[in-house]
């Protein structure tokens, strides 16, 4: 027997969907919507319960993260010690630090909380490209909390940390150590700072600790969460290392299964991390753990570094201010091999992309593996695509390609890319979502959390407005409407991941996730609509209470 049907009227509701794009009601049954219209059409559907909860509010459909990880809830483990103010779950604000007095009273206050003097200070979210007009962090600041205990402050792009002495020397980091990715200072010492995974990874039980928070419950519960206070109903977990682990996979899968827990979770493996022989087979074994809130869609390689940390794979004239250290992070003449199988078996493949060198490197890739095995509708995305060329969209479209841009960098860090990192021109045309949407290519924008928070208001606001935290404006032919920025967080990321036939739209069969919202994004003033108030989603006819009620997930300077 199904289940009561509910019938919910709105202010509005944004449904997505043709024939009915603007609707007063939804009728949910057995967690899948039956009705969409007015009332009375939702109640010709048989006997209901009108739940008047959501009457004043403006629904629209569940935002989608199809670029996020599971890395946001890592909060609930390590201390935050950003530049700005980040919201967490429980409705507390963790304020941002923003000089390196502050970080250093901040990290002694937390090495007098730990009693063990052998036990690793670990912190993250820090940023030094923020810090002008100050040296660039190194051990010898952290020296000053502890030259006995280990610390590792990870960066804000999850691509560099800094330790201190202590840490260089639990792992004989030395002046002889032959990595590349060490940062050194005029004399040849390493300097505390570690690039890239091949750097990370020499502290090795630190690093272990952070790889291991991804698939954490304690983490994942907390990451739902802060999807839930910002809307989303469907998040991502890009490039995790599951492959090879199904004993990761099923205790993901038993977290997600929770009634109480409040977000489709769709993982995407990185194949690079796997060391077996049959991919694709490790693929399908994880799939066998998917519920109806945990999916493994797609897979993705990490390919280059951040822009922010000089690490990302740009042309020339490269860099415009500071020391190139781009590398990549898997080596370009292998990629299609590790590509193929996928390819072969109908997996749509996401690829990390911050420069336009490692986008080259990704749609040279594609062609490849198309020419070889043509699929009309394989939905391969480049991810962040930042630096993508108007050449490499035109081709990206020729190839039937997807985009995934990382706009919240334009309010992060548009003005350092502007002043410091690519100069002005590229900074203009960054994440060119205009560009896009002119062409036709399928796009979505992303907040890549915990990178940057959780938050599609404000990734839509980012795209409507492009403006940085100065004020300016960074590309106004790049700016699109806040219609399709909607699109973008909402249909045009389910489609990313494979899951707009379920979720995207509120149409009907699709899952009832909903957002919840105080207004609507497509008639406030385009500068408001991070400020929008959220009631909160529903998930699965489930509603969901938020515990903040702005959309915006940072503290305005």
């Known amino acids: 027997m199904p289940t009561s049907t509910v019938v919910y009227p709105a202010r509005l509701i944004r449904t997505l969907a043709p024939g009915t794009p603007e609707a007063t009601a939804v009728a949910v049954r057995d967690g899948r919507i039956v009705a969409v219209g007015t009332v009375e059409e939702c109640l010709s559907w048989g006997p209901a319960e009108v739940d008047d909860t959501f009457a004043k509010h403006v629904i629209v459909p569940g935002f989608v993260d199809a670029h996020s990880h599971a890395t946001e809830g890592m909060w609930s483990q390590i201390p935050y010690v950003g530049w700005f103010d980040r919201p967490m779950p429980d409705g507390s604000t963790a304020q941002g630090i923003q000089n390196y007095d502050d970080l250093v009273n901040r990290l002694l206050q937390l090495d007098q909380e730990i009693d063990d003097p052998n036990t690793s200070l670990l912190v993250g979210g820090f940023d030094p490209i923020y810090f002008r007009g100050s040296p660039r962090l190194d051990r010898f600041v952290l020296d000053r909390v502890s030259l006995t205990r280990p610390i590792l402050v990870m960066h804000a792009s999850l691509h560099l940390a800094t330790g201190n002495s202590a840490l260089l020397r639990k792992y004989d980091i030395t002046r002889q150590h032959p990595s590349k990715s060490l940062g050194r200072d005029e004399h040849g010492e390493p300097d505390g700072e570690l690039r890239e995974p091949p750097a990370m990874s020499l502290a090795r039980e630190e690093f272990r600790h952070v790889v291991a928070m991804m698939s954490d419950p304690g983490v994942i519960r907390f990451f739902a969460q802060a999807a839930r206070n910002a809307g989303v109903t469907t998040a991502s977990d890009l490039a995790a290392n599951y492959l090879g682990r199904p004993e990761v996979a099923a205790t993901v899968a038993a977290v997600t299964a929770d009634p109480s827990f409040c977000v489709r979770l769709a993982v995407a493996p990185q194949p690079r991390l796997y060391s077996g022989d049959d991919p694709v087979g490790a693929l399908n074994v994880l799939r066998n753990h998917a519920n109806e809130k945990l999916s493994f869609p797609v897979v993705k390689v990490v390919l280059d570094g951040s822009i922010q940390g000089w690490t990302a794979m740009i042309s020339a004239p490269g860099y415009y201010t500071g020391e190139d250290h781009g590398e990549f992070l898997y080596p370009p003449e292998q990629l299609t091999d590790l590509l193929r199988p996928f390819h072969k078996a109908g997996v749509t493949i996401h690829c990390h992309c911050n420069g336009d060198m490692a986008a080259e490197v990704f749609l040279d890739s ?192």
């Not at 695509?385 to 309010?411: D, E, T």
């Not at 992060?412 to 002119?438: I, K, W, Y």
Request: glycine residues 8%; contains cysteine.
């Open 366 to 557: 594609v062609e490849t593996l198309l020419r070889e095995s043509p699929w009309a509708d394989h939905r391969h995305t480049v991810q962040h695509a930042q630096l993508i060329k108007p050449a490499q969209l035109h081709r990206a479209k020729a190839l039937g390609m997807s985009v995934n841009f990382f706009v919240n960098h334009l309010w992060f860090l548009g003005d350092q890319h502007h002043d410091l990192t690519v100069g002005p021109e590229r900074a203009r045309r960054m994440n060119p979502c205009g560009s896009a949407a002119r062409l036709g290519i399928p796009f979505s924008i992303h907040s890549d959390a915990g990178v940057t928070p959780i938050g599609q208001l404000h990734t839509m606001w980012c795209a409507v407005n492009r403006i940085t935290v100065s004020g300016r404006v960074l590309g106004a032919d790049e700016q699109i409407t806040p219609a399709e920025a909607l699109h973008a967080v909402t249909l045009g990321a389910a489609r990313q991941l494979r899951m707009d036939h379920t979720v995207g739209s509120i149409e009907i069969g699709k899952y009832a996730d909903f957002a919840i919202l105080e207004d609507d994004p497509l008639t406030v003033d385009p500068l408001a609509i991070r400020d929008i108030g959220l009631w909160g989603t529903v998930l699965g006819g489930t509603p969901h209470r938020s515990t903040r009620r702005r959309g915006s997930p940072t503290a305005m300077p």
